[in-house]
């Protein structure tokens, strides 16, 4: 680069997976998405964006690759199985875990557990909104940590899930190392938020939540 040369180094990605299964919370996944879209280099000239300093590739997976009903919304077809991605070891930088009924542990796939066990390792960030904690826990990655979840089923979730996981009651969102956790649904905005101006800096993820009209709360609101 000559001196005086002002462009901006080119954006890198983070392959982002959005984990998905029958039941799952359609707000928990949809909300972080409709915000994260901003950073989706197909829709920069949608939304009239410069480029930004990092870019988001999007995957969706699930543990079949029929149609899953969510909790409501319409129908999805995940792109590949979980099955499918443990076989060919693709590693994803992002996992973004929806809560729901679906986490339930009688329900809880299998496949996304193992999912789960295998990309922490090399993951970057581990994004759950919701119960999605929950799912987290249960495949025994939050040991030690601090995490939090939904307030209408903490004590559930509390009683279910292993003693060596420290359950913050009031918190929109916690950051323990590579895992983000919010509580109930709408808290799912706040910490994408929080989390989009940890990426990519202040002043384009206050465009992003300016563009989208809503105001974010912050990490102890309750
Ligand atoms: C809690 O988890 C951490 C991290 O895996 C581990 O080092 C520690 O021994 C655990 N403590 C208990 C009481 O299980
Ligand atoms: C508080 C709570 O929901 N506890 C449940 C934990 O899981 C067991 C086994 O599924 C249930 O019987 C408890 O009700």
């Known amino acids: 680069m000559s001196a005086g040369d002002a462009s901006p180094p080119a954006a890198t990605t983070f392959n982002v997976v959005v984990?998905?299964?029958p039941d799952a919370?359609?707000?928990?996944?949809?909300g972080p998405l409709d915000m994260f879209g901003f950073l989706v280099e197909s829709d920069l000239v949608m939304y009239s964006m410069p480029m930004p300093p990092k870019l988001l590739d999007i995957t969706y997976l699930g543990p079949v690759k029929t149609v899953i009903r969510c909790t409501s919304g319409?129908?999805?077809?995940?792109?590949e199985t979980y099955?499918?991605?443990?076989?060919?070891?693709?590693?994803?930088?992002?996992?973004?875990?929806?809560?729901g009924g679906g986490v339930e542990p009688t329900k809880i796939p299998t496949s996304l557990l193992k999912f789960i066990t295998a990309q922490v390792k090399c993951a970057q960030?581990?994004?759950?909104?919701?119960?999605?904690?929950?799912?987290?826990a249960q495949a025994g990655v939050l040991e030690?940590?601090?995490?939090?979840?939904?307030?209408?089923?903490?004590h559930r979730v509390l009683e279910n899930s292993?003693?060596?996981?420290?359950?913050?009651p009031h918190a929109r969102w916690v950051v323990d190392g590579i895992y983000w956790s919010s509580s109930g649904v709408a808290a799912g905005l706040d910490m994408a938020a929080a989390w989009l101006e940890h990426i990519v800096g202040?002043?384009?993820?206050?465009?992003?939540t300016t563009s989208v009209e809503y105001t974010p709360a912050k990490a102890g609101d309750l």
Request: charged fraction near 20%; proline fraction near 6%; include cysteine.
């Open 83 to 99: 099955n499918e991605a443990l076989e060919t070891k693709k590693q994803y930088d992002v996992l973004l875990i929806p809560g």
């Open 162 to 168: 292993s003693k060596n996981i420290t359950w913050i």
């Open 25 to 30: 919370q359609l707000l928990d996944y949809a």
């Open 19 to 21: 984990c998905l299964f």
């Open 202 to 208: 202040s002043e384009l993820a206050d465009r992003i």
């Open 74 to 79: 319409p129908p999805v077809v995940p792109q």
């Open 125 to 136: 960030f581990v994004l759950s909104v919701c119960t999605g904690s929950w799912a987290l």
């Open 144 to 154: 030690g940590r601090r995490a939090t979840t939904n307030k209408a089923l903490f």
